[in-house]
């Protein structure tokens, strides 16, 4: 059956944005994949002991134990509430249930607490099952300046770190421009995006040159009245906030070190996306590939208009550009603020919905990272369905497995399966590993166990076939 990127509730007219003048409205190429599959795609994930066959015993056990103590909801809920309770405010309590998230949860799927244990896992990862690392320093948010200016420093060291790590052991570093950008800035900032789409002529002095950041899907409920001008403190913060994102773009470009950028929820994207395409714009000009990558959700209705636009005004510019295509994290708190604010959900209205947009755009992406364009892509996805489809689709489209332009990628810990069944098939395969301190994971680990939660969440697969094989192993089959 043809696959055609854009479904027919989303074959609509795309909106261009012009940083003056209304928008104009263009009808959208629609790409048709009719071939068939070639039969040289191996994607196996039955064969537990193929694809476990790297993997120690030692870690197996844990691994197991781990997924398996994340699956049942009530450990789960007592353990969320734990750590977010009176409790850990004493001494004895903090330290005894830090040391036990340490040596299992933390463990299981974190990389370490400073930077160089962060490459050193990386390495043996990489030398134990042939997958890259991308390393994140594991801070989320900062609310003032001084904040920002001690994780910028942590985010140079993490490529410090990739520098000592041979290319082949590394896929990329991560950063958050929340960490980096005072919370209160990135809203306002996205506030004054938001009221200047809505009104062409509305005159944004600090705005530097950045492609499309939103399309005529994208929700703008969040700004109703026309915000203030930022004031002479908020326009220096955000003047030190580009400071900070050059200053590790700058050392990513020098040593050939891709940066992705990630993405967050829909009040504070607007400016995540205009900081991301600005470096884009000044860092990846006169690279044959990108070197600054932004983050597209799929589960937001508007994912596919806001990556067509920006991919449409980087050719225009001959600018490459990178994509990080990700179906996204924040489902249950965009609800709520779209409701408590009298509007839907900007996300979609059914999984399958945000399926079908997830496989469309990585369709639409591998066509055009296939005939030569400037454009790569990761495709981070737990989904096996994806990831077998996105194995046929590059089999169809005769991609050089090895040219880096299209990788695969899975949080560390999560989805091995489809991680060592892809990489066996020859594909470039990545592990998002975050670091830091423990206390400053737990945020990061909670969600890990709320994805994980219940007997049919997203590492089933991996529950399953990890069983499997320690029973294997034990019994001596």
């Given at each position: 059956?043809a696959n055609?990127?854009l479904?027919?509730n989303?074959?609509?007219?795309f909106?261009t944005?012009?940083?003056v003048?209304p928008?104009?409205?263009v009808?959208?190429?629609?790409?048709?994949?009719d071939?068939?599959?070639?039969?040289d795609?191996?994607?196996?994930l039955?064969?537990?002991s193929r694809l476990f066959?790297?993997v120690?015993?030692s870690?197996?056990?844990r691994s197991?134990?781990v997924?398996?103590?994340?699956a049942?909801?009530p450990?789960?809920d007592?353990g969320s509430w734990?750590?977010?309770s009176?409790l850990m405010?004493?001494?004895?309590?903090?330290?005894l249930v830090l040391?036990?998230v340490?040596?299992t949860?933390?463990?299981?799927?974190?990389?370490?607490e400073?930077a160089?244990?962060?490459?050193?896992?990386?390495?043996?990862v990489?030398?134990?099952?042939?997958?890259?690392?991308?390393?994140?320093?594991?801070?989320?948010h900062?609310?003032?300046g001084?904040?920002c200016?001690e994780?910028i420093?942590?985010f140079?060291?993490?490529?410090?770190a990739?520098?000592?790590l041979?290319t082949s052991h590394?896929s990329?570093?991560?950063?958050?421009?929340?960490?980096?950008?005072?919370m209160?800035v990135?809203k306002r900032?996205?506030?004054l995006l938001r009221?200047?789409?809505?009104n062409?002529?509305f005159?944004?002095?600090?705005k530097?040159n950045?492609?499309?950041?939103f399309?005529s899907l994208?929700?703008l409920?969040?700004?109703t009245?026309?915000?203030?001008?930022l004031?002479?403190?908020?326009e220096?913060?955000l003047?030190k906030?580009?400071?900070?994102?050059?200053?590790?773009?700058q050392?990513?470009?020098?040593s050939?070190v891709p940066l992705?950028i990630?993405?967050e929820d829909?009040?504070?994207?607007?400016?995540i996306d205009?900081m991301?395409y600005w470096?884009?714009?000044?860092y990846?000009?006169?690279?044959?590939r990108?070197?600054v990558?932004?983050?597209?959700?799929a589960y937001l209705?508007?994912?596919?208009?806001?990556?067509?636009?920006?991919l449409r005004?980087?050719?225009k510019?001959?600018?490459?550009?990178?994509f990080k295509?990700?179906?996204?994290?924040?489902?249950?708190?965009?609800?709520k603020l779209?409701?408590?604010?009298?509007?839907k959900s900007p996300v979609?209205?059914?999984?399958q919905d945000?399926?079908?947009c997830y496989?469309?755009?990585m369709s639409?992406?591998m066509e055009?990272?296939s005939?030569?364009s400037?454009?790569?892509?990761i495709?981070?996805t737990?989904?096996?369905?994806?990831?077998?489809?996105?194995a046929r689709?590059?089999?169809e489209?005769?991609?050089?497995?090895?040219n880096g332009?299209i990788?695969?990628?899975q949080?560390?810990?999560?989805s091995?399966?489809?991680?060592?069944g892809?990489k066996r098939?020859g594909?470039?395969?990545?592990?998002?590993?975050?670091?830091?301190?423990?206390?400053?994971?737990v945020?990061?680990l909670?969600?890990?166990a709320y994805e994980?939660?219940g007997?049919m969440?997203?590492?089933a697969?991996?529950r399953?076939?990890m069983?499997?094989?320690?029973?294997?192993?034990?019994m001596?089959?």
């Amino acid at each position: 059956m043809a696959n055609r990127f854009l479904r027919p509730n989303l074959v609509r007219r795309f909106s261009t944005v012009s940083p003056v003048g209304p928008p104009t409205t263009v009808i959208p190429e629609i790409i048709s994949f009719d071939h068939q599959p070639k039969p040289d795609v191996d994607l196996d994930l039955s064969d537990q002991s193929r694809l476990f066959a790297s993997v120690p015993i030692s870690n197996l056990i844990r691994s197991t134990a781990v997924l398996h103590a994340t699956a049942i909801g009530p450990m789960v809920d007592i353990g969320s509430w734990l750590m977010s309770s009176k409790l850990m405010e004493t001494t004895f309590t903090r330290d005894l249930v830090l040391g036990i998230v340490k040596g299992t949860f933390y463990e299981h799927f974190c990389a370490g607490e400073d930077a160089t244990a962060a490459a050193r896992r990386v390495s043996s990862v990489y030398e134990s099952t042939g997958l890259k690392g991308m390393l994140v320093y594991g801070v989320e948010h900062a609310e003032d300046g001084a904040a920002c200016d001690e994780n910028i420093q942590k985010f140079i060291e993490t490529v410090e770190a990739a520098k000592t790590l041979p290319t082949s052991h590394l896929s990329s570093v991560v950063v958050k421009i929340t960490a980096i950008c005072p919370m209160d800035v990135l809203k306002r900032v996205s506030d004054l995006l938001r009221w200047q789409y809505k009104n062409p002529n509305f005159k944004l002095p600090w705005k530097l040159n950045s492609f499309p950041v939103f399309s005529s899907l994208s929700p703008l409920y969040h700004t109703t009245t026309e915000p203030e001008p930022l004031t002479v403190e908020e326009e220096r913060e955000l003047e030190k906030a580009h400071e900070r994102l050059k200053s590790v773009c700058q050392r990513c470009q020098e040593s050939n070190v891709p940066l992705l950028i990630d993405a967050e929820d829909t009040i504070l994207q607007p400016a995540i996306d205009y900081m991301a395409y600005w470096s884009a714009i000044m860092y990846n000009s006169d690279k044959d590939r990108p070197i600054v990558y932004n983050t597209i959700q799929a589960y937001l209705k508007d994912a596919g208009e806001r990556m067509h636009l920006a991919l449409r005004e980087s050719e225009k510019m001959k600018v490459p550009i990178g994509f990080k295509l990700v179906r996204g994290a924040y489902m249950s708190s965009e609800a709520k603020l779209a409701d408590s604010l009298g509007h839907k959900s900007p996300v979609h209205d059914t999984i399958q919905d945000t399926h079908d947009c997830y496989n469309e755009c990585m369709s639409f992406l591998m066509e055009k990272a296939s005939n030569g364009s400037g454009i790569a892509v990761i495709l981070a996805t737990h989904n096996t369905d994806s990831g077998k489809l996105g194995a046929r689709k590059a089999s169809e489209l005769g991609i050089d497995k090895e040219n880096g332009k299209i990788e695969f990628a899975q949080l560390y810990g999560m989805s091995d399966a489809l991680s060592f069944g892809l990489k066996r098939a020859g594909f470039n395969v990545s592990k998002y590993m975050p670091y830091g301190p423990v206390d400053t994971a737990v945020p990061y680990l909670i969600r890990r166990a709320y994805e994980n939660r219940g007997m049919m969440s997203t590492g089933a697969l991996d529950r399953q076939l990890m069983r499997k094989e320690l029973k294997r192993r034990l019994m001596g089959w």
